[in-house]
């Protein structure tokens, strides 16, 4: 089942003297949460005033913050976006929503684990699989990723011999 709502960031500070808030994007690019006219911090929908990218962090006014002092409390909160409102090109998927899927492998025939997290290198993604005998990485490029779709419930790969987990 997909999440109503997603991670999106965290508010890491505060921003001039107006109460805008820092926001650590967890996102491909700090460009992504500029286009939402809304966002969620611990349940409470907050109107997204404005929203600018500096130095690879969002700075956004949020409406009911008007005050360093007041936007302080939100630091270290993560903020959320509506699933309803996101669009993603073709072909992409929320990260979250493959964390804990199954990871089955073509070449074994069997499932060799769970994604426990997806990290963003300078190369490129790598998944991290947690499998039987410890974790298991896993570029994400089409020579191994073969499908990743939280809709199915499983991602497909196919890993190579020496690529962990070797029966």
């Known amino acids: 089942m997909l999440k109503e709502y997603l991670e999106a960031g965290k508010i890491v500070g505060t921003f001039g003297i107006l109460g805008e808030v ?3 994007p967890w996102s491909d690019s700090p460009e992504f949460l500029r286009g939402f006219s809304r966002v969620f911090i611990d ?3 907050l109107k997204l005033l404005r929203a600018r990218v500096h130095k690879g962090m969002i700075l956004a006014l949020l409406e009911g913050y008007s005050t360093p002092e007041e936007a302080m409390v939100l ?3 993560t903020v959320f976006i ?3 409102d996101a669009r993603l090109p073709e072909g992409r998927v929320f990260v979250e929503d493959l964390i804990g899927l199954p990871v089955f492998d073509l070449r074994k025939g069997r499932t060799i684990g769970t994604l426990r997290e997806v990290m963003n290198l300078p190369a490129g993604d790598v998944y991290r699989v947690a499998g039987e005998k ?3 990485l896993i570029p994400a490029v089409p020579a191994f990723l ?3 779709d939280p809709e199915k419930g499983e ?3 196919e890993t190579i011999e020496g690529m962990g987990d070797e029966d």
């Open 155 to 157: 991602i497909r790969v």
């Open 146 to 148: 073969r499908e990743a």
């Open 75 to 77: 630091k270290n909160k």
């Open 22 to 24: 820092r926001i650590l």
């Open 134 to 136: 410890g974790d298991i």
């Open 43 to 45: 349940g409470k929908e």
């Open 82 to 84: 509506a699933r309803a």
